[in-house]
């Protein structure tokens, strides 16, 4: 997706990187000597679960909103 950030680094650090869904939402964040995390939307709610299957449940209010 034109336009969105596909990676970062810290100075330091190894570089992150981020893929995204056909609407251009992030749906993974990959951290080389961290934790991975995966992102799910639903109607009203994005579920984020990290490497170590820990999940945590954003509830969305309008518009984006959390």
Do not use: C, K, W
Not at 2 to 8: L, P, Q, S, T, Y
Not at 39 to 62: A, K, Q
């Amino acid at each position: 997706h034109a336009g969105r950030m596909v990676a970062h680094h810290y100075a330091g650090r190894p570089e992150s990187r981020y893929r995204y869904d056909d609407t251009g939402r992030v749906t993974e964040q990959v951290n080389p000597e961290g934790l991975d995390y995966r992102f799910e939307y639903g109607e009203s709610r994005v579920i984020i679960t990290d490497s170590l299957n820990r999940r945590e449940v954003l509830y969305t209010e309008g518009e984006g909103g959390l």
